[in-house]
């Protein structure tokens, strides 16, 4: 077993290097941000593959987050619970490639206006504040040590295996120029008991979703290609939230708990793979889209069998 530096301390660093732990590896977690100013942080936290590919990939990532999620949601402490909602549709021909992971699903009956189909099903909800600092938690007890730098090449870290995972960040690092942001906002509501969350990213107004994760809910959103504002804007969350009241009138008159901008890492295709450079074993592990949380734990199982070739 080997000294590893991971990269990157959002979603997916901190899974590959929990992941890594267990396999016996004496794992460093090398970060320029704490968890909370990373765009995992910012993250809905809902299992749902969107802005990531290849779809048969993603499919199996999703299917073994799914299984690791299950197991986690027994353990309140980690911020995953499993709520019903509901996905909806406004085309004839949605896709539905996700649902071969998700074994119990069922068409929605009661739709809103201008909504031709939906389907009811069970799926994790990630309470992202807690779901990291459980993360960080679990790594440390698992002996990986972290250090807060801002790493210029793989080749400056002093171990012999170096896995990429900073996000959008990652192609400077390596120098791929094929990553996009894709900008993101939310407006987190008091929740006034709700526990189903909503899924309309096919709304002609915009994509919404609404994510209820215990004392707030999270409603969103935007998906603004190429944009790179990180300062929430006052007219984007007044037409998300006009969107959220249509479809969850309760919503109407919650308090506003907080808001964040975050961007999207989309890539043509998540990359995990390994090459050997100046003398180290890279191993990437980026490009996650608007999926970083679905595909977190299948993504750290090929980072683990990556390190063993
Ligand atoms: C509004 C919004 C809602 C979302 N909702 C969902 C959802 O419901 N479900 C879902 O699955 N996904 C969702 N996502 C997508 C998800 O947030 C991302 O796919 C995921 O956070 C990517 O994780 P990451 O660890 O790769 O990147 P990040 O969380 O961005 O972490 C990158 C890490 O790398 C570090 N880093 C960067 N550069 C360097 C460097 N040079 N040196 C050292 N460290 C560096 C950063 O400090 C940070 O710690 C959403 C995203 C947004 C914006």
């Not at 299984?67 to 499993?82: I, K, M, Q, Y």
């Not at 909602?85 to 068409?107: E, F, I, K, N, Y």
């Not at 400056?156 to 120029?177: C, H, K, N, Y």
């Amino acid at each position: 077993m080997g000294d590893i530096a991971v990269v990157g301390g959002g979603v997916i660093g901190l899974t590959c290097a929990l992941r890594l732990a267990g396999e016996g590896h004496r794992v460093e977690v090398v970060s320029a941000t704490g968890p909370a100013d990373t765009v995992s942080a910012v993250a809905g936290g809902l299992w749902f593959p969107y802005r990531a590919a290849p779809a048969d990939a993603v499919l199996r990532w999703g299917q073994v987050s799914l299984r690791r999620f299950a197991e986690l949601a027994r353990d309140p402490a980690t911020g995953v619970a499993w709520r019903e909602g509901v996905v909806l549709h406004r085309t004839p021909d949605p896709d539905l490639s996700w649902t071969a992971a998700v074994p119990d699903h069922r068409p929605a009956t009661d739709l809103p206006p201008g909504v031709l189909s939906g389907l009811v099903c069970t799926l994790p909800v990630v309470t992202m504040p807690t779901y990291l600092a459980w993360l960080v938690q679990r790594c440390a007890s698992a002996g990986v040590s972290f250090r807060s730098h801002e790493v210029a090449r793989p080749a400056e870290l002093p171990q012999d295996t170096v896995v990429v995972a900073a996000g959008l960040r990652s192609g400077d690092l390596l120098g791929d120029d094929t990553l996009v942001p894709v900008r993101g906002q939310v407006v987190r509501l008091a929740n006034p008991g709700l526990t189903r969350w909503l899924v309309d990213d096919d709304n002609p107004a915009g994509l919404t979703y609404v994510i209820p994760r215990g004392d707030n809910v999270v409603c969103g959103g935007t998906a603004d290609e190429g944009a790179t504002d990180l300062t929430p804007s006052p007219e984007v969350e007044h037409a998300i939230l006009a969107r959220v009241h249509a479809l969850v009138p309760s919503l109407a008159g919650a308090p506003v708990v907080s808001r964040a901008v975050g961007l999207r890492p989309v890539r043509p295709a998540v990359r995990v793979d390994r090459v050997e450079r100046d003398g180290k074993v890279v191993i990437s592990c980026y490009g996650h889209g608007g999926s970083g949380v679905t595909l977190s734990w299948g993504c750290a199982e090929d980072v683990v069998r990556l390190t063993g070739l």
